[in-house]
């Protein structure tokens, strides 16, 4: 059991948050509970499922934590998200936006391989 405690961000919807505000840590609800996508921790907290949100791993999970002036993320969000590579932030993407619609495109040849 873990003493996280997971609160809502106070900006984006079905992003959450624990920790300080000088040191936050972002997690998303897991669409499938029990399954990694990219190795990250996976955290229980009052019955539900979280995947912790890598900013190294994520420029858009980096760009969160920098507090942005733009609200763009809401469960019924169409995008178009270019470089989705090894599925690290697309795959936390999909947990936010369950009611929406996601085009990953990757064009890389290292990707493929």
């Known amino acids: 059991m873990s003493n996280v405690n997971i609160r809502a961000h106070p ?3 079905n992003v959450y948050i624990s920790g300080p505000p000088h040191n936050l ?3 998303s609800k897991n669409l499938v509970p029990g399954n990694k996508v990219y190795g990250e921790k996976l955290i229980t907290f ?3 499922e979280y995947r912790e949100w890598d900013p190294y791993r994520s420029k858009l999970a980096a760009m969160i934590l920098e ?3 733009v609200d763009f993320l809401s ?3 169409k995008c178009l998200y270019l470089g989705a590579s090894s599925g690290t ?3 936390h993407l999909s947990d936010l936006v369950y009611n929406g619609i996601i085009y990953g495109v990757e064009f890389a040849e290292r ?3």
Do not use: A, D, H, Q
Request: proline residues 5%; positive net charge; aromatic residues 10%.
């Open 11 to 13: 900006k984006y919807s």
């Open 89 to 91: 932030t697309i795959s």
């Open 75 to 77: 469960s019924e969000l």
């Open 46 to 48: 009052k019955g539900e």
């Open 67 to 69: 507090k942005p002036s």
């Open 25 to 27: 840590k972002l997690y």
């Open 111 to 113: 990707s493929m391989r």
